[in-house]
């Protein structure tokens, strides 16, 4: 009997090592891919940057813009960072240059890039801190360029990029960004359960939904919500301390249209 348990004791010993050579294997991966698409995130920043438009109000920047697009749009291929426009998805890339219009250094970047490896329903720490540190960059260039450092911030998230646009707000507040000098949109988001919660009472939030009967937005609303586990519902947290569910204003257009809406429930002309 001394035998079997002996035997039985390597086994499991044996089993245990697999176990954690398995779980090795797959944290390095994740790692590496998680390491891939951060350094995408650090590439469309860079790319935003050097916008010629951006480097010009680099000097004295009236404000930052960060537009977070949604599920498969890609930045680059709009035209975003001043290259040619090889597709027309959204009119997010026209909200952009309206912003940089007025001074503002706008980033855009894609929410693919920034969710997180394994848990594609929510923005990954990496990315949202690389992007908070270019944010936080640009408000220190605008403090010595003499804005006091009080550069307001306008955060747009669109569809899944809802999670990572309200991730980078908590991000910026939580690093001494007062919530009053930011201004959240969120235009007919998709989030997971940790992160469509707005933490700092003073953030301005507004919030654009898709409504009416459309079979795009029905599917879209069954996957999303019933399979992939994102919630529609934003939150924020009052001076309280409870928190209240922020309303939305509606629009009976299909979620594919609700990129083409300037925030504050305007229709982009």
């Given at each position: 009997?001394r035998?079997?348990?002996?035997?039985?004791?390597?086994?499991?010993?044996?089993?245990?090592?697999?176990?954690?050579?398995?779980l090795?294997?797959?944290?390095?991966?994740?790692?590496?891919?998680?390491?891939?698409?951060?350094?995408?995130?650090?590439?469309?920043?860079?790319?935003?940057?050097t916008?010629?438009?951006?480097?010009?109000?680099?000097?004295?920047?009236?404000?930052?813009g960060?537009?977070?697009?949604?599920?498969n749009?890609?930045?680059?291929?709009?035209g975003?960072f001043?290259?040619?426009?090889?597709?027309?998805?959204?009119?997010?890339?026209?909200?952009?240059?309206?912003m940089?219009?007025?001074?503002f250094v706008?980033?855009t970047?894609?929410?693919?890039?920034?969710?997180q490896?394994?848990?594609?329903?929510?923005?990954?720490?990496?990315?949202?801190?690389i992007?908070a540190?270019?944010?936080?960059?640009?408000s220190?260039?605008?403090?010595m360029?003499?804005?006091?450092?009080s550069l307001p911030?306008?955060i747009?998230?669109?569809s899944?990029?809802?999670g990572?646009a309200?991730?980078?707000?908590?991000?910026l507040?939580?690093?001494?960004?007062?919530?009053?000098?930011?201004?959240?949109?969120?235009?007919?988001?998709?989030?997971?359960?940790?992160?469509?919660?707005?933490?700092?009472?003073?953030v301005?939030?507004?919030?654009?939904?898709s409504?009416g009967?459309?079979?795009?937005s029905?599917?879209?609303?069954?996957?999303?919500?019933?399979?992939a586990h994102?919630t529609?519902d934003?939150?924020?947290?009052?001076?309280g301390?409870g928190?209240?569910r922020?309303?939305a204003?509606?629009?009976?257009?299909?979620?594919?249209?609700?990129?083409?809406?300037?925030p504050f429930g305007?229709?982009?002309?």
């Open positions: 009997m035998k079997l348990h002996g035997y039985t004791a390597m086994e499991d010993r044996h089993a245990a090592g697999i176990g954690l050579r398995e090795s294997h797959w944290a390095n991966h994740y790692a590496a891919r998680q390491g891939s698409r951060n350094q995408e995130i650090a590439g469309q920043i860079q790319a935003s940057l916008d010629p438009e951006n480097m010009s109000n680099m000097a004295n920047p009236r404000g930052v960060v537009i977070i697009l949604g599920l749009q890609d930045a680059a291929a709009e975003v001043g290259t040619s426009c090889s597709q027309d998805r959204t009119e997010l890339d026209d909200k952009a240059s309206a940089q219009a007025k001074g706008t980033l970047v894609n929410a693919d890039s920034l969710a490896v394994g848990r594609f329903n929510e923005p990954s720490d990496s990315g949202v801190q992007l540190n270019a944010v936080l960059g640009v220190a260039a605008g403090s360029g003499g804005q006091g450092g911030v306008e747009t998230g669109f899944r990029g809802g990572g309200v991730a980078l707000t908590n991000r507040t939580e690093s001494g960004v007062l919530g009053r000098s930011i201004t959240l949109n969120l235009i007919d988001p998709y989030m997971g359960p940790s992160s469509n919660t707005v933490n700092d009472p003073g301005h939030v507004s919030l654009s939904r409504t009967f459309h079979w795009q029905v599917g879209l609303a069954v996957a999303a919500v019933g399979i994102f529609r934003v939150y924020q947290v009052g001076a301390g928190k209240t922020v309303p204003t509606p629009y009976d257009l299909p979620h594919s249209q609700m990129d083409n809406l300037w305007a229709v982009m002309p």
